[in-house]
């Protein structure tokens, strides 16, 4: 036993509370330093509008205008493909487009149509390696697909050929995936599906040449098929277009045994939108 003092307590009990009090002491030192340095870096590079770097208060925000600006897709919306509707008809609607010509997808949904500053945020994380974009597209994202993330057992990225995944050195939609299953908790395949075939870029592609450029570009890996097996998995990509590439992976994932197949995006083109 530790040996009494005119306080009452042991030796041990006083050194203990000395601890803990000298613990706390430096874990409150440390805050003050982070958020002072936090401060001083605001000083130095001030918080900057994620669309068009206008002064913003909060960092990793869109200012007063993009924010406005920002083409967002709420419902009512097609309920396959997520297109808006301009008018409600009503739950469950489908539209023209969805009926004429069915995806091989069960759900699509996007933050935004590819137009305004939904546009220039996606080009800036795709080619201009602003991966610090990410954190704010994939809460967008989160919020927009939540019927379908409810649901979601698995979530795989669009895959990139390792030539270009070489030249550019990051897969956004591997970054975007990450993210999702990290603000989710979705278990994330980020190699459950694999480009086997280079292909051309799908840049200035009409709709059959996609379909043509893709046919044999996707597969899964033999380690991974059993994985997906009565599964429902949800693919992320930044932008939908034709919606070729997804019609593609979803093909190969339904092929490997996947219950229901979803795709979440951050943008979206809509008809006689202009494609990227």
Request: proline share 6%.
């Amino acid at each position: 036993m530790g040996r009494p003092n005119p306080g009452g307590g042991s030796a041990h009990s006083i050194a203990g509370a000395e601890t803990e009090a000298a613990s706390g002491d430096v874990s409150r030192w440390r805050q003050l330093f982070a958020r002072v340095g936090r401060e001083a870096l605001a000083l130095v590079y001030p918080p900057q509008c994620m669309a068009c770097e206008a002064a913003t208060a909060e960092p990793h925000a869109l200012c007063a205008q993009c924010w406005t600006a920002l083409p967002l897709i709420s419902a009512p919306f097609c309920a396959r493909l997520g297109t808006p509707f301009a008018v409600d008809f009503g739950p469950g609607m489908l539209s023209p487009a969805a009926i004429a010509d069915p995806p091989r997808f069960d759900r699509g949904r996007a933050v935004a149509r590819h137009l305004g500053p939904a546009r220039d945020l996606v080009s800036r994380f795709k080619y201009g390696e602003r991966l610090d974009l990410a954190r704010l597209m994939v809460r967008m994202m989160v919020q927009a697909g939540q019927d379908i993330l409810a649901e979601a057992d698995l979530i795989v990225p669009v895959p990139m050929h390792r030539l270009r995944l070489w030249r550019r050195r990051y897969n956004q939609a591997a970054l975007l995936a990450q993210l999702v299953g990290r603000e989710t908790g979705i278990e994330v395949v980020i190699d459950g599906l694999e480009r086997v075939k280079r292909t051309r870029a799908q840049v200035g592609l009409r709709r059959n040449e996609r379909q043509q450029n893709l046919a044999g570009a996707f597969g899964v890996p033999a380690r991974h098929v059993h994985l997906f097996a009565g599964r429902r998995v949800v693919v992320i990509d930044d932008v939908r277009t034709t919606g070729s590439t997804l019609n593609a992976c979803a093909h190969i994932l339904r092929k490997a045994g996947a219950a229901r197949i979803d795709v979440l995006t951050f943008t979206l083109v809509c008809g006689g939108e202009e494609q990227p």
